[in-house]
């Protein structure tokens, strides 16, 4: 492995008294040490000047004891030997650090030809050099790291995934994308200085290789150990394809959802085959979450990373990129639908340390109308940036009637779009065979008169007003707040008058 003159001026210093002098032009990697015989060509190679030459010197690297007349001295880098220093002594150590070079490249070599993983990699540099290195994928995941205890990096600081704050100020960076374009070793100062190394697959950013920088004076040294791992880590890139190995079913999901929000209505085949490779049904309660970047900041959003952050962070979660933002699409009956107050105080904090806002569909059953959920999430960051601009996140259910007033029923069925408390009751009754829908659209009718109501439904007052204690209980409505009552009658209106089988007049 040939060397350049940083890494061998640092291994040298290490035990021996010497003064540098690099030169002032572009240098190349070094071969194994010679000693100087006065002919052929200089450069390539380390030459070892035992005794001072009479005729001046060709440019080239030279290990001497006095400075030698030289006919290009920016052309030539001379390594200045104390008198007290044995060549001998100096040349047989010059051959041990070409051995160790040689013998971390070998390891390397070896471990990319066993098809062994990045970790081993990582793990075999640390153990030469001891220097602090860290693979990320371009989600922000620990692929490989490799750093003493309690580092001082802060990109090296978490287990599994980079710090949360640390990721948000480097995607908040205005450069962030250029970084992600930057070819070869590049400087790159956050807490301390680190020297990156951009990897790419198909065309795109895939991942970055880190090092921390200990010694700003011996920096060219580190570049030359990064180049090189780099080196090895692109030959296992391009075995694997990628640093992230995806489930099967993640990538199914992530196909469906994508096709989904393109307009494409899945067949009934195309839902089977998902629920054989995936278990997700036409059956289960979904919620459709939209995340943009805080409307009043300018910040975009690291979509990689935040698809890998909602998917670890809620079970039974799929979500995708969809014109630079986040779509996620998170199955309630995996997740489970009794912790659906539980999830949206966990997407509350998510997004506030994100500095994002969400938009939340309404819950719903089956996989056929995806986009037209995502579009209720779109809607509900719509009205609720104008109504409650200080919240995190918005949901549907919140602005319904907010959207009812500006669109009519839009795009959406009158299910979609009118108060879910009535869905919720005409629920209820076919399941208990109640009549809490029939009783509430006929208070409605009467004109909030009890007695009225009770009469055109041939109960007893009391009955009816146990109904409707039994119906505040169930929805919580607050039928004083004006509000609520237009968009109740707006519903009543959009879905009809209930029909025959939504009413049980025997019901006591």
Same mark, same amino acid.
């Given at each position: 492995?040939?060397?350049?003159?940083?890494?061998?001026?640092?291994?040298?210093?290490?035990?021996?008294?010497?003064?540098?002098?690099?030169?002032?032009?572009?240098?190349?990697?070094?071969?194994?040490?010679?000693?100087?015989?006065?002919?052929?060509?200089?450069?390539?190679?380390?030459?070892?000047?035992?005794?001072?030459?009479?005729?001046?010197?060709?440019?080239?690297?030279?290990?001497?004891?006095?400075?030698?007349?030289?006919?290009?001295?920016?052309?030539?880098?001379?390594?200045?030997?104390?008198?007290?220093?044995?060549?001998?002594?100096?040349?047989?150590?010059?051959?041990?650090?070409?051995?160790?070079?040689?013998?971390?490249?070998?390891?390397?070599?070896?471990?990319?030809?066993?098809?062994?993983?990045?970790?081993?990699?990582?793990?075999?540099?640390?153990?030469?050099?001891?220097?602090?290195?860290?693979?990320?994928? *371009? =989600?922000?995941?620990?692929?490989?790291? %490799? +750093?003493?205890?309690?580092?001082?990096?802060? /990109?090296? #600081?978490?287990?599994?995934?980079?710090?949360?704050?640390?990721?948000?100020?480097?995607?908040?960076?205005?450069?962030?994308?250029?970084?992600?374009?930057?070819?070869?070793?590049?400087?790159?100062?956050?807490?301390?200085?680190?020297?990156?190394?951009?990897?790419?697959?198909?065309?795109?950013?895939?991942?970055?290789?880190?090092?921390?920088?200990?010694?700003?004076?011996?920096?060219?040294?580190?570049?030359?150990?990064?180049?090189?791992?780099?080196?090895?880590?692109?030959?296992?890139?391009?075995?694997?394809?990628?640093?992230?190995?995806?489930?099967?079913?993640?990538?199914?999901?992530?196909?469906?959802?994508?096709?989904?929000?393109?307009?494409?209505?899945?067949?009934?085949?195309?839902?089977?085959?998902? *629920? =054989?490779?995936?278990?997700?049904?036409? %059956? +289960?309660?979904?919620?459709?979450?939209?995340? /943009?970047? #805080?409307?009043?900041?300018?910040?975009?959003?690291?979509?990689?990373?935040?698809?890998?952050?909602?998917?670890?962070?809620?079970?039974?979660?799929?979500?995708?990129?969809?014109?630079?933002?986040?779509?996620?699409?998170?199955?309630?009956?995996?997740?489970?639908?009794?912790?659906?107050?539980?999830?949206?105080?966990?997407?509350?904090?998510?997004?506030?340390?994100?500095?994002?806002?969400?938009?939340?569909?309404?819950?719903?059953?089956?996989?056929?109308?995806?986009?037209?959920?995502?579009?209720?999430?779109?809607?509900?960051?719509?009205?609720?940036?104008?109504?409650?601009?200080?919240?995190?996140?918005?949901?549907?259910?919140?602005?319904?009637?907010?959207?009812?007033?500006?669109?009519?029923?839009?795009?959406?069925?009158?299910?979609?779009?009118?108060?879910?408390?009535?869905?919720?009751?005409?629920?209820?009754?076919?399941?208990?065979?109640?009549?809490?829908?029939?009783?509430?659209?006929?208070?409605?009718?009467?004109?909030?008169?009890?007695?009225?109501?009770?009469?055109?439904?041939?109960?007893?007052?009391?009955?009816?007003?146990?109904?409707?204690?039994?119906?505040?209980?169930?929805?919580?409505?607050?039928?004083?707040?004006?509000?609520?009552?237009?968009?109740?009658?707006?519903?009543?209106?959009?879905?009809?008058?209930?029909?025959?089988?939504?009413?049980?007049?025997?019901?006591?």
């Amino acid at each position: 492995m040939k060397l350049n003159t940083d890494v061998i001026y640092y291994h040298l210093l290490q035990k021996h008294h010497l003064e540098y002098k690099k030169a002032l032009t572009p240098e190349e990697e070094l071969g194994r040490p010679r000693y100087y015989d006065g002919s052929g060509n200089r450069e390539g190679f380390l030459y070892l000047l035992s005794e001072p030459e009479e005729e001046p010197i060709d440019p080239g690297t030279y290990l001497c004891y006095k400075k030698p007349a030289m006919k290009d001295p920016d052309a030539t880098t001379l390594f200045l030997l104390s008198s007290r220093e044995d060549p001998r002594e100096v040349y047989n150590e010059l051959q041990n650090i070409y051995d160790y070079y040689d013998e971390w490249e070998n390891s390397c070599l070896q471990i990319v030809e066993k098809y062994q993983d990045y970790r081993s990699l990582v793990r075999q540099t640390y153990q030469c050099f001891h220097l602090p290195v860290c693979l990320v994928d *371009n =989600q922000f995941s620990i692929v490989a790291s %490799e +750093h003493e205890e309690n580092s001082p990096f802060a /990109l090296f #600081e978490d287990d599994g995934q980079i710090n949360l704050d640390t990721v948000n100020d480097i995607i908040s960076n205005p450069h962030m994308r250029n970084l992600e374009t930057t070819r070869g070793i590049f400087d790159f100062d956050y807490d301390r200085n680190y020297k990156l190394y951009n990897f790419r697959s198909g065309g795109k950013y895939c991942g970055r290789l880190i090092m921390g920088i200990q010694d700003a004076g011996f920096a060219d040294r580190d570049s030359l150990i990064l180049a090189k791992l780099a080196e090895f880590i692109e030959l296992l890139l391009h075995r694997f394809g990628s640093f992230q190995f995806t489930s099967s079913v993640q990538t199914y999901l992530h196909s469906f959802l994508v096709d989904s929000l393109a307009g494409k209505v899945p067949h009934s085949r195309e839902i089977n085959r998902l *629920n =054989q490779n995936t278990g997700w049904s036409e %059956e +289960h309660t979904y919620l459709m979450v939209y995340y /943009l970047p #805080e409307h009043r900041l300018k910040k975009e959003l690291y979509p990689p990373y935040l698809i890998s952050q909602v998917e670890e962070r809620w079970r039974g979660t799929c979500a995708v990129e969809n014109q630079g933002n986040v779509v996620m699409l998170l199955n309630l009956s995996m997740y489970g639908i009794d912790k659906l107050p539980d999830f949206y105080q966990s997407l509350a904090y998510l997004v506030r340390d994100g500095l994002m806002i969400a938009g939340c569909s309404r819950t719903f059953t089956g996989l056929r109308e995806l986009n037209i959920y995502f579009k209720q999430a779109v809607y509900a960051i719509e009205f609720g940036k104008k109504k409650d601009s200080t919240r995190w996140y918005f949901r549907f259910n919140d602005y319904g009637l907010e959207y009812l007033l500006n669109y009519g029923t839009g795009i959406f069925k009158p299910e979609q779009v009118c108060h879910p408390a009535l869905l919720q009751l005409r629920k209820h009754d076919q399941i208990k065979q109640t009549s809490y829908y029939l009783t509430l659209f006929t208070y409605f009718e009467q004109q909030f008169n009890m007695s009225q109501a009770a009469n055109q439904l041939y109960i007893h007052r009391s009955t009816f007003i146990n109904r409707m204690e039994r119906i505040q209980e169930l929805t919580r409505l607050n039928l004083d707040d004006y509000d609520t009552r237009l968009y109740l009658e707006l519903s009543f209106r959009l879905l009809q008058e209930p029909e025959e089988e939504f009413t049980f007049q025997l019901y006591v």
